[in-house]
Structure formats: C-alpha cells, structure tokens
C-alpha cells in the first residue's frame, strides 16, 4: 500500500487567497488577477435553449418496455453530448429496492444504485457547512507543500496566470488507505459519517453507470470492469461566492476532467454550470437532488474516442453564492488506461497512446487547467 501512495504524490499548487474571504471584503471591483479575458465572455455565446439529456435510471432498471430506448438515449448522450443529468429514483421504487436486496443478492450491482434523499440533503448541509467554518480551523484543513488536497485551489502553476474566483476542498476517499490522515479523521461530525456513506452510493451509481456504458456500447463487460473495479473515488467541493463583477471572472475555467466519470451534485441548485456543445455554451439547469454525470478523458481513451469528454466550466453571479460537490471515478493507480481491445478495429484504429494511471495524473496536475489540451497530448491520430 505504501508504494501506491508514494506513486501518488502529485505536484502541487502554488498557495492563493480565500476568495470567500475576499468577497466578504465589499469589493466594489475584482482584483486584476481574477479577470478573464482569456474566456469567453460568461453571459455570451449562450444556448439557453438546449437542455442537457436526462436519464430515467428507473426505466433502465425496471421496465422492459423501455430499457432499449433509455439505453439508446444513455449512448446518445455518452457519444453526442458527454453530459447528462440522473434523476433520483422515486421514494416508493426505494422501498422495493431495499426488499429486493434482501431477497436477492444478485442483483445487488444493478439496483443498489438509489441515494437516500435524507444522505443528499444531509451531505449539503456538512458541505455548507465546511466552508462556513472559521479561517482558523480551515487553516488546519489547508493545503500543504507539495500536496493538493484540502482548502485552496489546484493547476496555480505560475505566480502570474489568472485565477478563479472560487475555492475548494478536495481529497482522495477510496482506497481508504489514499485517505490523508491529518483531513479527512480531522473533518466535523457527522460530515465525516455522511461523506463516507456517500462515497459508498457514489460507488455503487457510478458501478451501474458504468455496466450500463458498457451494455451500450456493445463491448465485452470484463473490460469495463477492469476499467473500474479497485478504481479511485475523489472528491472536489466547490464554493463560488458572490462577485461585483461576474462578467468578468471564472468560478472555474473551462476545462475537460482527467476521470473516467465524474458524478456532481449541485448543492443550493443555483445555476452556473455551463458545458462547450458545437461552439455555444450551454447552462446545465439544477434538478432537485439530481445528478449530473459527465464523461472525463479517461473514458474518452477508453472508449477510443466513441464517448467524448467535453470542456465545461462554472461561472458566478452578483448575489447568490454556488456550492457543488463532484465525485471523480479514476481507475486503479497502479494501473494502465489505453483503448478497449474490443473497440479497436481495422476501420477504427487506437487513436491515444497507453499510459500508466499514476503517470496520467502526474502529468494532469503538472499544468495549467486548460481546455482539452491535456487528452491532446495522448492522442496518436485525430479522427
């Protein structure tokens, strides 16, 4: 165990200010460092009327009558979009899951997947909670030399690059043993309880997600599993503040996630999300208690460029402060990510290099939040 945790040691992040603490200060106008004109402009170049697919996972687990079509519109969405929201399962399906479960292990993979509504709601209020704490127990929370879990932000690689008007908290969860020891035993109670518990729902969603995948894409199942079982589960919590000037910053620059799925729960369910389709920027509207599920470029790879990781961002408001939680699912850290067997072929060579995990995300935390131009780096052939 050990020698993977030494494998991990990613490079870190140069130390910013507390945007949170910084918007409490009355600003009537952002710092220079946190103006974008880099981006695109946040309230321009918008496609309000698009709507990012929803996933009825009910139909896809419980009624044949629907199954192929809700499978069809999953692949559409992995292929064509790269994001999709999950509803929760109805609280009367809930029940029937839990008798099922006594009565059936076997079927414990494909409909475990339903999160308690009291877990969500109780993991939004620890997340609030979390960053409501004083400065002088986040401090203890903080990042530290040479590490990029805890407060702070990530990819500052240069004390001249533009930052995001945003902080976060993130660690690894699964394999317990990647867990930091001085963040999360250190985390308040019951947070600590809640987040565990959720890590393991977001587990067991993230498995059926990617059996689903799997059964869409036509492909031989043991491969996906490969692909996740012994994986990584990371987390990123997100909180944007209000600005004076959101026109002119990022909550979180446009980028494409180094995971092979990422599960994000929006936790006040106040806009901001915003995701890159055919040259637009398309605003992902909160669900209540939904889940949005974008495809990373792990999955890309995978998939040999079938399912396609997709560029999106966060931007801010004037008077609402954003908080979100993402859950990021990697493969084994002494693993190896490179196309499927199954999903190369003659007429569809390997387009991305093979490339060992640990390295994957050495290299990915080395740079700069930028685009796609990371999974660029890996690639053989454009299509």
């Not at 809700?70 to 064509?80: G, M, Q, R, T, V």
């Amino acid at each position: 165990m050990e020698t993977l945790v030494t494998k991990l040691q990613l490079a870190d992040s140069l130390p910013v200010p507390c945007v949170q603490e910084l918007a409490k200060s009355s600003l009537s106008t952002v710092p220079f460092r946190y103006v974008r004109p880099d981006q695109d402009p946040p309230f321009e170049f918008t496609d309000t009327s698009a709507e990012v697919p929803v996933i009825d996972m009910h139909k896809l687990l419980f009624s044949n009558n629907f199954e192929d079509s809700e499978l069809d519109k999953l692949h559409h969405a992995c292929k064509d979009w790269g994001f999709f929201q999950v509803l929760p399962v109805p609280s009367i399906f809930k029940l029937f899951i839990n008798i099922i479960l006594l009565i059936r292990f076997l079927y414990d993979q494909v409909i475990n997947h339903g999160v308690s509504d009291i877990l969500v709601e109780n993991v939004k209020s620890g997340i609030q909670a979390l960053f409501n704490l004083p400065m002088v127990e986040k401090r203890k929370l903080w990042q530290r030399p040479g590490d990029v879990e805890g407060f702070g932000q990530t990819f500052v690689v240069s004390e001249d690059q533009k930052l995001n008007w945003g902080d976060l908290f993130g660690m690894f969860l699964l394999p317990t043993y990647l867990r930091k020891p001085h963040l999360f035993p250190n985390l308040p109670l019951p947070f600590r309880d809640d987040l565990d518990a959720y890590t393991l729902e977001m587990k067991n969603l993230g498995t059926e997600l990617f059996d689903l995948m799997a059964k869409a894409l036509k492909m031989d199942s043991s491969e996906m599993r490969e692909l996740y079982e012994e994986g990584m589960q990371s987390t990123r919590m997100n909180y944007y503040p209000p600005c004076p000037q959101p026109e002119l910053v990022m909550g979180l620059n446009n980028h494409s996630d180094a995971s092979a799925i990422t599960i994000l729960l929006q936790v006040n369910e106040v806009e901001g999300l915003q995701i890159r389709k055919d040259g637009k920027w398309i605003p992902v509207k909160p669900l209540s208690n939904a889940f949005v599920v974008n495809i990373g470029d792990v999955l890309e790879i995978f998939t040999n460029g079938i399912y396609r990781s997709i560029e999106h961002r966060a931007t801010v408001n004037s008077t609402k402060e954003r908080l979100s939680v993402a859950m990021f699912f990697s493969p084994r850290l002494d693993g190896e990510i490179g196309p499927a067997p199954s999903l190369v072929t003659s007429e569809r060579p390997a387009l991305f290099k093979r490339i060992g995990v640990a390295d994957f995300l050495g290299g990915f935390f080395k740079r700069e939040l930028n685009g796609r131009s990371y999974l660029d780096v890996l690639r053989i052939q454009k299509e």
